[in-house]
Structure formats: structure tokens, C-alpha cells
């Protein structure tokens, strides 16, 4: 799925996000990068459509997100857990996202028993906890299988890593590289832990206050680069003097 953003503003107090142009093609896997508050989860909810932008537009496929909705029918996102019904437990909720996106049964159990192994203490299938019950963890692995299980053609996850034990975070970044190579999907990915956004994105863009200071092809020297540029512009000031 193409990604253009133009002239794209939105304002909060004395924040501003400006982007005056930004394009993913098709099949591209972009990591978004910066510090708390510089700005990547309002890209992700105004892709969304999640929040009105002040000015410009976000297009995928060419359509206006504001005004379309065929694109909501091939994108699977995950930014927090205000996307989970918690009254539910897990199994009910991965029923009512395939239901959601037409799914019949028998696609839902196909699909979900890729993910089966994802769970250690609650498995799929097999808990009748409530969502709102679980670990963080395991309520973040929740909202990421549902937003993958559907097979989209455009994935947009915040902060997919976190709380996530270390097999699981390695079981997600397979997972999303696998995506991505057989079914061509466009993925948007905002992560702290730059050596799993690298590991998962073609490209990684850097948001400073609100703009876009870095757009560049991952390499086997993205990492390093990432770790010095974030080492040497946030280093604490010293005191004059």
C-alpha cells in the first residue's frame, strides 16, 4: 500500500509536527525514531486518522484517509492498549477482529495458530482470563496478533517491543520480517529499541521536534549511526561557567 503525506501539520500548545513531504512505497518497511514526545505516535494516529491534521493530507493509494475507508479494510494497527476490548478475553477478542474483517472461523483458527506459540502462560485458546487481567505483556501480544492475524497490506504498531519478554520480542521481528517478505506489506513501526526497528525496517526516519531531521536505507551501519547520533544530541547540557 503507497504512504504519501503532504503538507502535513497538526499542533498541540506549543508542539508542532510538520512534515511537508513524506512517501512509502508499496511493500516498504519504515522505522520510525526520537525521543519522548518528538512527535512519532501523532504520525502513526494521523495515518490512522485517528486526529484531524491542521493542514495537508495523508494519502494511501492515492485516497484521502479523511474521506475513504476501503483502507481500513487492509490495515491491522496496534498503538496501545485502548485498541483491546478488556471485558473480553483473548480468544473472544481475536473472534470479533476476524469477524470485524470478514473472516470465517476456519480462516480465524488457520491464521491464529501461527501465533499459538507466542503465548507461554496463556495460551491461545486454552485462558478464560479477561484481557484486562493479563500481564502487560501479554496484553500488548494481544493487540499486536490482532493487528496481524488479518494478513494487512499496511501494519502501523507504537512501540511494538515493549514489555515484551526477550523470545517474544525475537518470535515479533521474525514474524514481521516474514510478513513483509511474502505478502508485500507496508509497515510503519515506531520503536525505542533501535536494534529491533533496524532489524525490521528498509528505512528508519528520525523525528526531532516534530520534524524530520533523518530519512535513510537501513545498512549493516544504520545501528551504529543511530546509537552515536542519539549518544552525541542528548547529551546532557553542562552548566556555564
Known sequence: ??????NLRKSYGDFELSIPDLT?????????VGANGAGKTTVLRLVLDLVEADQGRVLLDGGDVSETTEWKEATGSYLSE???IDFLTPDEFFAFV???YGLTEEE?????DQYR??????????????????SQGNRNKVGLIGALFIEPRLVVLDEPFASLDPRSQIQLKRRLQAMQRANDVTMLVSSHDLG???DVSDRIVVIERGSIVRDVKTTNQTLNDLEAYFAEEHQPVEPAG
Open 1 to 6: 500500500m503507497l504512504l504519501q503525506a503532504e
Open 24 to 32: 512509502v512505497e508499496s511493500g516498504t518497511s519504515i522505522g520510525f
Open 82 to 84: 485502548r485498541f483491546l
Open 98 to 100: 476476524g469477524d470485524v
Open 108 to 112: 480465524q483458527t488457520d491464521r491464529l
Open 117 to 134: 506459540n507466542f503465548f507461554t502462560d496463556e495460551p491461545i485458546g486454552k485462558t478464560t482470563n479477561y484481557i484486562r487481567d493479563l
Open 196 to 198: 529491533h526497528v533496524t
